[in-house]
Nanobody, 124 residues
Framework: QVQPVESGGGLVQAGGSLRLSCAASGRTFSSYAMAWFRQAPGKEREFVAAITWNGGTRRYADSVKGRFTISRDNAKNTVYLQMNSLKPEDTAVYYC?????????????????WGQGTQVTVSS
């Protein structure tokens, strides 16, 4: 089983960019669908983006389409989230999630492996 560890969060001004990374230990990373979720204070954890085991299919939440890009490098056991044109409403803790599957899922309950999260704060 993989164990994801997120990095790359921080403080950025509105309109800026950040790239989050999720490094996953384990030799079976390429068998996992990977996803990013986020949770703002007082709100439920919500789907951001997901990618299949081979990167062939990607899905995005409507709120981030055209601004965020999910990608993966199976040789490095890493998935990325490039975030551009950031808005204050993107402020949240961002979590990396994994599931051993060839399919793609976008619901929080479909993922059974989670990282600890990384804070992203966008100032106005």
């Amino acid at each position: 089983q993989v164990q994801p560890v997120e990095s790359g969060g921080g403080l950025v001004q509105a309109g800026g960019s950040l790239r989050l990374s999720c490094a996953a230990s384990g030799r079976t990373f390429s068998s996992y669908a990977m996803a990013w979720f986020r949770q703002a204070p007082g709100k439920e954890r919500e789907f951001v983006a997901a990618i299949t085991w081979n990167g062939g299919t990607r899905r995005y939440a409507d709120s981030v389409k055209g601004r965020f890009t999910i990608s993966r490098d199976n040789a490095k056991n890493t998935v990325y989230l490039q975030m551009n044109s950031l808005k204050p409403e993107d402020t949240a803790v961002y979590y990396c999630a994994a599931r051993a599957t060839m399919a793609l899922y976008i619901h929080r309950t479909d993922y059974n492996v989670w990282g600890q999260g990384t804070q992203v704060t966008v100032s106005s």
